[in-house]
């Protein structure tokens, strides 16, 4: 069964870094793109970084770009997001999502399996 879970979620102060981590199960990552959303209370979901089966296409969001960088460990069968220089609008709950439809789209519809997220508080 193709599952997926993330971690590394946590509280920080403005201008802190977390890494979040990604890791597949039931599938070859390799086979599959990965993005990173969030929601926050009240908000849609939305896309933050995405990076294609192959490691070698990744995208951001504008307000990630320059902060976050979204990297493929295949040996771990994990995916990373380094985020530096958070700001409290960065709080949100953090998903996974894998999906043969796109290479790294930062739209949810292209995906088709979901982790259970992990929770990012950006605050002093």
């Known amino acids: 069964q193709l599952q997926l879970v993330e971690s590394g979620g946590g509280l920080v102060q403005p201008g802190g870094s977390l890494k979040l981590s990604c890791t597949a199960s039931?599938?070859?990552?390799?086979?599959?793109?990965i993005g990173w959303f969030r929601q926050a209370p009240g908000k849609e979901r939305e896309g933050v970084a995405g990076i294609s089966a192959s490691g070698g296409g990744v995208n951001y969001a504008d307000a990630a770009k320059g902060r976050l960088t979204i990297s493929s460990d295949f040996a771990k069968n994990t995916v990373c997001l380094q985020m530096n220089s958070l700001k409290p609008e960065d709080t949100a709950t953090y998903y996974c999502?894998?999906?043969?439809?796109?290479?790294?789209?930062?739209?949810?519809?292209?995906?088709?399996?979901w982790g259970q997220g992990t929770q990012v508080t950006v605050s002093s």
């Open positions: 039931g599938f070859t990552l390799d086979d599959y793109a």
């Open positions: 999502a894998a999906g043969q439809k796109t290479r790294g789209r930062l739209t949810p519809s292209a995906y088709d399996y």
